[in-house]
């Protein structure tokens, strides 16, 4: 039963353009998500993350929008550049202090010269 | 500054075989953790130390046991290797409000039991 899933495996994207990727989770005690990036044969690295207390978190290229009712997040980049295919994941934690990151099974991004 | 790192890097086994997959970390941090990772599942938890000498089961525990041996390191071992512990492992490291920065994760150690 997994409960942070990100339904889309792949996405392929012209360089300049948006990507979207999307992440949805079951359970309501999350209040923490995350999201990282990956390369192969590298370990996940740290791109963003969002408190349930806001709807909308920037970083540069990096935007994060969460959607408590829905139990929805995405992640647009904006604008795509070749370095950013990669796979990226979206994570969930319940609770700041000692708890664990539940993860989603990853979007692998192409981005298109 | 190193950050994470694990050994060894590649590792094959046969099955019942058994071996200990070592992390350490240099960033003081308190908290340690194991995640697998596996074709669309993404990074389950095996094991998890909050804080020196104290060790927490994750999601898929069978199959592993860990050994957090001071501060700085935290180790994985399989003792009796089976074809469905084939995968990649990641050791990860946190420290207080590691919600606003994540984990800072090693690179990796693929293994294969054949």
């Known amino acids: 039963d997994q409960q942070v899933k990100q339904n889309s495996p792949s996405l392929s994207v012209q360089e300049g353009r948006i990507s979207i990727l999307n992440c949805d989770y079951t359970n309501s005690m999350f209040d923490y998500f995350l999201w990282y990036k990956k390369y192969p044969a590298e370990g996940p690295t740290f791109l963003i993350s969002i408190s349930s207390i806001k709807d909308k978190n920037e970083d540069g290229r990096f935007t994060v929008f969460l959607n408590k009712s829905a139990k929805h997040l995405s992640l647009h980049i904006v604008p795509s550049q070749p370095g950013d295919s990669a796979v990226y994941f979206c994570?969930?934690?319940?609770?700041?202090?000692?708890?664990?990151?539940?993860f989603g099974g990853g979007t692998r991004v192409l981005v298109k010269p | 500054n190193a950050g994470v790192t694990q050994t060894p890097k590649f590792q094959v086994l046969k099955t019942g075989q058994s071996m200990t997959l070592q992390c350490a970390q240099d960033?003081?941090?308190?908290?340690m953790y194991w995640y697998r990772q596996d074709p669309g599942m993404g990074l389950r938890l095996i094991y998890y130390?909050?804080?020196?000498?104290?060790?927490d089961k994750g999601e898929v525990p069978n199959g592993y046991n860990v050994s957090r041996l001071n501060k700085r390191e935290f180790s994985l071992r399989l003792e009796s290797a089976a074809p469905s512990q084939t995968s990649v492992y990641f050791c990860?490291?946190?420290?207080?409000?590691?919600?606003?920065?994540?984990?800072?994760f090693g690179s990796g150690t693929r293994l294969t039991v054949v």
């Open positions: 130390s909050a804080s020196e000498g104290t060790t």
């Open positions: 994570a969930a934690s319940a609770g700041a202090a000692g708890n664990k990151l539940t």
């Open positions: 960033m003081n941090h308190n908290s």
């Open positions: 990860a490291s946190s420290e207080a409000g590691w919600v606003f920065y994540g984990y800072t």
